[in-house]
């Protein structure tokens, strides 16, 4: 059976529904980086042990939060004996704002996977944008590079759109499915 381990920093709680949402639908392991920017060490053990690494930040400023970023800095263990080389990677977002930066907090992530020397899966999903498309409606954001949610400043987590948690949910079973392709 494939290892799938969603990594994943939350500064307010809606960036971890989205990543439970992920966790969920690709069967993975939730690894939450915590408020100092810190995993364990079973943590990394896991993380060495995957065939997937999904990484999730929520978007502030442009980019990933610092929690994240420390995290990423401490990977430079990792990646100086190329640990997670060859492993599947992917990313998520979420921000107050429809476009927020996203993108570039989605280039932060894929170039962390590429520094590891990993392959990364984007959404593979088109975007909902017709005239008829709602925020309720799988990929109304019209990302392609990764998985991006929106959540307006003075929502609540559990305020979110629906439209999200099923693109969420399509990603994660988009992650499990290449996992499952890439280690028959």
Request: hydrophobic share 40%; glycine share 8%.
């Amino acid at each position: 059976m494939s290892k799938i381990v969603v990594v994943y920093h939350s500064g307010y709680g809606h960036t971890k529904r989205i990543a439970e949402t992920v966790a969920e639908s690709a069967g993975a392991q939730l690894i939450a980086i915590d408020a100092e920017g810190n995993v364990g060490e079973a943590d990394w053990a896991a993380l060495a042990d995957a065939d997937t690494i999904v990484f999730g930040s929520p978007t502030y400023m442009g980019t990933v939060s610092w929690q994240f970023k420390k995290f990423a800095d401490a990977s430079s263990k990792v990646w100086f004996t190329q640990g997670w080389k060859d492993k599947l990677a992917a990313g998520f977002t979420n921000s107050a704002s429809m476009n927020g930066d996203k993108l570039s907090t989605l280039h932060y992530l894929f170039t962390l996977s590429q520094q590891h020397s990993m392959l990364w899966a984007g959404m593979g999903v088109m975007p909902s944008n017709k005239k008829s498309s709602t925020r309720h409606d799988v990929n109304f954001v019209a990302s392609f590079a990764g998985l991006m949610t929106t959540s307006p400043s003075d929502a609540s987590p559990d305020e979110m759109m629906d439209g999200d948690f099923a693109t969420a949910k399509v990603f994660g079973e988009r992650i499990k499915a290449v996992t499952a392709r890439l280690t028959r």
